[in-house]
């Protein structure tokens, strides 16, 4: 896309803002569980960083609703369009992914024949997220959000119908309700002592939180306007959410709180919507660059799929050969790994696959 196109088109910057710090807070996540970096007085937030998935859910359930609420999803062809661009936009980079760590993973033995043929269909269709345990098998430890994201993609025609009839207040009690069970569902997991990831790779949950992204959404671009979503909508109102985000993981791993992610959706979900809606409303017409942070937002699919890779043994390899021990280069060393597998995904694995079948299904 050119610069003139990019500015024509309005683009929401500040949500392009989030996409890119949301994956870097997952990949300093990675980098701290699977290559022991150290980020100092950060350092208790980042061990807690897989909430940014929260956030990605709600955030693709704004994006979604931004670049679709316009197109009747009640027609037929219309209907058909949305689900072959959503399928194009996904699922070449994850097949390929899926499919090297498969082969990489029968080359080093962590797999056999027999378990890579009986797990085919669930990576075929993507239903690993339906399966708890799995989360220890293969890639499907990383590429759970997959399954997830495409149950929200299906919903999303009924979801945008459902909630563009309700009014502002019923969206308003719709979005505490929703929140509520997000508060509540992890407290019954730590009661109960369940799986530690059932409610974090639940398609459920995650459904919700992506709904919350198309309620806030509507909410935000209603036109409505009044003291609350006029404050929300400041600036401030971003930098205090994100502080009282911090500080708030930040205190409660430090008093001791179990390193359970979803218990913190108390603080979380909140904060998560205010800065959603907070950067929402925010044009960042000054940019000099705009092309250049187009880019990054594109890249951060790829630059979190290439963690499910083996990258990690890439970088502690690289730094053992080359004899880095400082915390500082190892962070260095191990990020410009995965941007460089995720720009070489990009470039040559989701760009041409998506510009392929886009010609080929897709209406000009």
């Known amino acids: 896309m050119k610069l003139t196109d990019i500015q024509a088109s309005g683009r929401v910057f500040g949500l392009d803002f989030i996409r890119i710090s949301l994956a870097i807070l997952i990949y300093a996540f990675h980098s701290s569980i699977h290559f022991s970096c150290n980020y100092y007085w950060l350092d208790d937030f980042v061990r807690l960083g897989a909430i940014a998935m929260t956030a990605f859910f709600i955030l693709s ?72 345990t799995l989360f220890y098998h293969s890639h499907n430890g990383g590429t759970w959000f997959i399954s997830c994201l495409l149950i929200c993609y299906l919903a999303y025609p009924f979801i945008q119908s459902l909630f563009q009839q309700l009014s502002v207040r019923s969206k308003v009690m719709s979005l505490l309700l929703l929140s509520a069970i997000l508060f509540y569902a992890p407290f019954i997991q730590h009661y109960f002592h369940l799986n530690s990831v059932s409610v974090y790779t639940s398609p459920f949950y995650r459904l919700i939180e992506f709904i919350i992204g198309v309620i806030i959404a509507q909410i935000n671009t209603s036109g409505l306007e009044n003291k609350f979503l006029t404050i929300v909508r400041k600036p401030y109102s971003w930098a205090i959410s994100s502080v009282l985000l911090i500080l708030g993981l930040t205190m409660g791993r430090r008093f001791g709180l179990p390193d359970d992610y979803m218990l913190y959706n108390i603080v979380v979900v909140p904060c998560f919507i205010v800065i959603i809606m907070s950067s929402g409303s925010m044009k960042f017409e000054s940019i000099k660059n705009p092309a ?58 989701e760009k041409p696959s998506g510009a392929f079948l886009k010609k080929k299904f897709l209406r000009q």
Not at 65 to 82: C, M, P, V
Not at 297 to 322: E, H, I, Y
Not at 328 to 346: D, E, M, N, P, Q
């Open 292 to 349: 250049f942070i187009l880019y990054l937002s594109k890249l951060s699919f790829a630059f979190f799929l290439c963690q499910t890779l083996p990258l990690w043994a890439v970088s502690r390899n690289l730094c053992r050969w080359a004899g880095v021990e400082s915390n500082i280069l190892r962070i260095l060393l191990s990020f410009a790994v995965c941007l460089v597998g995720a720009v070489l995904l990009h470039h040559f694995v």
């Open 61 to 132: 359930g704004y994006s979604l609703h931004l670049s679709s609420s316009r197109r009747d999803l009640t027609k037929a062809g219309e209907i058909k369009q949305f689900y072959i661009k959503r399928l194009i936009t996904i699922l070449p980079l994850y097949y390929f992914v899926a499919l090297t760590s498969v082969i990489l993973d029968l080359s080093f033995g962590r797999d056999t024949l027999e378990q890579v043929a009986v797990l085919f269909p669930v990576e075929l269709f993507a239903t690993q997220s339906s399966f708890t």
